[in-house]
């Protein structure tokens, strides 16, 4: 029947990490005890103080449609948020409240790519923004980065890939999959090649500001000569420990924001009322409320980094944001393990899969085929178990 389905469809690949969460729980049916890296989900509980601001909106009887753009008390607390956190000025007419930073994304690439225009995602990138690019009929350049340089891009490497046709770059830091963060320096060197080209957008995914080793976010667009096309995308499923809740943001040009509110009026409406109330909450409070998740995730990072580099052929760098590593496993590329020959990421991550029993994601749904991403947001014991299973199928 795919013959009935529309290209867009068709031309759309299935999220990668998805598709592994979804290999791993197939294998878990079976028996198999399987220790799932793959996905990008705090294993903590939403903090208690959230939780209970849920429930007093429930029994407030929040249970009507919301405004499609967010109630007027969140964006407040958004616009606190952006001032206290990030330096940076917006008016209620400027946030739009989404489904989660994925509907926020999605929204902003709606309302601003035509066919044909073209995205820059400096890699790795998440793997739904090559495919958000692909609905809105735009074509992805990657540009390339390496473990060498903490999968960092340059400036000349950034004005070698504008073209006429360039719209929008996609700048996510701290990054998934790779944990880098871009300093202050780094971005305002890349803005000067953009002020060149007043057409180009910029797309700054925040997602993980909050989840830092030290290395302190900057946002893009507290750039003065990136602010008016700059738009800043947050939520609160990772730094608080609310993915199901799902609850993203933008802070943008009033026209695009406008235009988003149009966009998600006519495909899901107002997010979520009561998840709306509690992130009211979440946002009014001081960062410092969820800093016990952070110092546990440096520890993670830390542990799970001795790991791996006991472990021959993995390359890793520091990640200094996030909770990911993404170690570099081209030598094993061309090898033969317990009779399976790999060829590429893919190959090895499958295999870990198959003969460690823990599910990872190759980096080549990240724009580097060289890498997997492996989360650690997981308990110690269970970083500590997946990778002595890991050496033990390597060795």
Not at 88 to 112: E, M, R, W
Not at 348 to 357: D, I, P, T, V
């Amino acid at each position: 029947m795919k013959n009935h389905l529309s290209d867009r469809i068709n031309s759309l690949p299935t999220s990668a990490t998805l598709a592994m969460a979804a290999k791993a729980r197939e294998l878990k049916t079976q028996g198999i005890d399987i220790i799932g890296l793959s996905l990008g989900e705090p294993d903590f509980n939403t903090p208690d103080f959230i939780k209970e601001a849920a429930i007093q909106a429930i029994n407030d009887n929040y249970n009507s449609y919301s405004p499609v753009d967010g109630y007027a008390e969140l964006k407040d607390a958004i616009i606190l948020k952006f001032k206290r956190d990030n330096n940076l000025d917006y008016k209620p007419s400027q946030i739009v409240v989404s489904t989660g930073a994925k509907q926020s994304i999605a929204n902003v690439a709606q309302v601003l790519l035509n066919p044909g225009d073209e995205v820059l995602l400096p890699a790795p990138y998440w793997v739904s923004y090559s495919a958000i690019a692909t609905l809105c009929e735009a074509t992805f350049k990657e540009i390339p980065s390496t473990i060498e340089n903490d999968f960092k891009i340059t400036p000349q490497q950034l004005e070698e890939a504008i073209t006429p046709k360039t719209k929008m770059v996609f700048f996510n830091s701290p990054n998934n999959p790779s944990g880098t963060i871009y300093s202050e320096s780094e971005y305002r060197a890349l803005a000067e090649v953009l002020e060149k080209y007043p057409d180009i957008f910029i797309l700054s995914d925040e997602i993980y500001e909050h989840i830092n080793y030290g290395a302190k976010n900057f946002s893009f667009a507290a750039i003065p000569s990136m602010y008016d096309r700059t738009i800043t995308v947050n939520g609160v499923a990772k730094a608080f420990a609310m993915t199901g809740w799902r609850i993203g943001y933008i802070g943008a040009p009033e026209w695009i924001a406008k235009a988003c509110t149009k966009m998600q009026g006519q495909i899901t409406s107002g997010t979520n009322c009561i998840a709306q109330r509690a992130t009211i909450t979440a946002l009014n409070e001081s960062p410092e409320r969820i800093q016990y998740m952070v110092d546990e995730f440096k520890v993670r990072r830390d542990l799970i980094l001795d790991l791996l580099n006991e472990i021959e052929g993995f390359k890793t760098n520091v990640p200094e944001g996030a909770f990911y590593v993404f170690p570099n496993v081209s030598y094993y590329f061309g090898k033969t393990l317990r009779g399976k020959t790999i060829n590429n990421a893919t190959d090895f991550s499958l295999y870990l899969l198959e003969e460690a029993h823990v599910a990872t994601v190759t980096g080549e749904a990240f724009g580097n085929a060289d890498c997997i991403r492996i989360s650690y947001a997981a308990s110690q014991e269970q970083i500590v178990e997946a990778l002595k299973r890991i050496k033990a199928a390597l060795s």
